[in-house]
Antibody, heavy 120, light 108 residues
Framework: EVQLLESGGGLVQPGGSLRLSCAASGFTFSSYAMSWVRQAPGRGLEWVSSISGSGGSIYYAGSVKGRFTISRDNSKNTLYLQMNSLRAEDAALYYC?????????????WGQGTLVTVSS | EIVLTQSPGTLSLSPGERATLSCRASQSVSSNYLAWYQQKPGQAPRLLIYGASSRATGIPDRFSGSGSGTDFTLTISRLEPEDFAVYYCQQYGSSPWTFGQGTKVEIK
């Protein structure tokens, strides 16, 4: 059974940093792309960042490029999102999502999300 | 960036009726890499369709996807009570991957 468990969310001041983690199990982690997708309260889905199974291909939404860094540790079956220079508009529920293949960026399994609140 | 526009914004139907949801792209979606998701309140999204017309594992056959290029459709042949939810399309043919704004299917 595929399981994705996010952690690391919380309250942070504008300009601060957070590191999200996603522990994966139930599949061969290194064979699949992984992504972060966020959803602000009452709003739609917004793709944030993706990384291929090997880690060699990385993509960012324009709204986070230069501030967020996605990475993965295939030996630990864990996905990360380092978020710096956080803004009020980054506040959202952040989902970790498994891709359909090494380089396929649809999302066939999702975690339950970790909440990021940005406020002074 | 490919902008996806979903219509209608809200669809009011009764159980047993047919639902037709539209997703229009601002430019052609490469390889018809278009997915559909269902999201219920307080839950993570669930993949329904990928590659425009392939059903995901465990998805009932009352859900079907069609279309190509810039025009895509999700059809629910006969609405079950559990199908009332918000539906999103997503293109993954060219970065940045983008989502539509969603269509809410509500009980009439």
């Amino acid at each position: 059974e595929v399981q994705l468990l996010e952690s690391g969310g919380g309250l942070v001041q504008p300009g601060g940093s957070l590191r999200l983690s996603c522990a994966a199990s139930g599949f061969t982690f290194s064979s699949y792309a992984m992504s972060w997708v966020r959803q602000a309260p009452g709003r739609g889905l917004e793709w944030v960042s993706s990384i291929s199974g090997s880690g060699g291909s990385i993509y960012y939404a324009g709204s986070v490029k230069g501030r967020f860094t996605i990475s993965r540790d295939n030996s630990k079956n864990t996905l990360y999102l380092q978020m710096n220079s956080l803004r009020a508009e980054d506040a959202a529920l952040y989902y970790c999502a498994k891709g359909g293949g090494q380089y396929l960026y649809y999302f066939d399994y999702w975690g339950q999300g970790t909440l990021v609140t940005v406020s002074s | 960036e490919i902008v996806l526009t979903q219509s209608p914004g809200t669809l009011s139907l009764s159980p047993g009726e047919r639902a037709t949801l539209s997703c229009r792209a601002s430019q052609s979606v490469s390889s018809n890499y278009l997915a559909w998701y269902q999201q219920k309140p307080g839950q993570a999204p669930r993949l329904l369709i990928y590659g425009a017309s392939s059903r995901a594992t465990g998805i009932p056959d009352r859900f079907s996807g069609s279309g190509s290029g810039t025009d895509f459709t999700l059809t629910i042949s006969r609405l079950e009570p559990e199908d009332f939810a918000v539906y999103y399309c997503q293109q993954y043919g060219s970065s940045p991957w983008t989502f539509g704004q969603g269509t809410k299917v509500e009980i009439k």
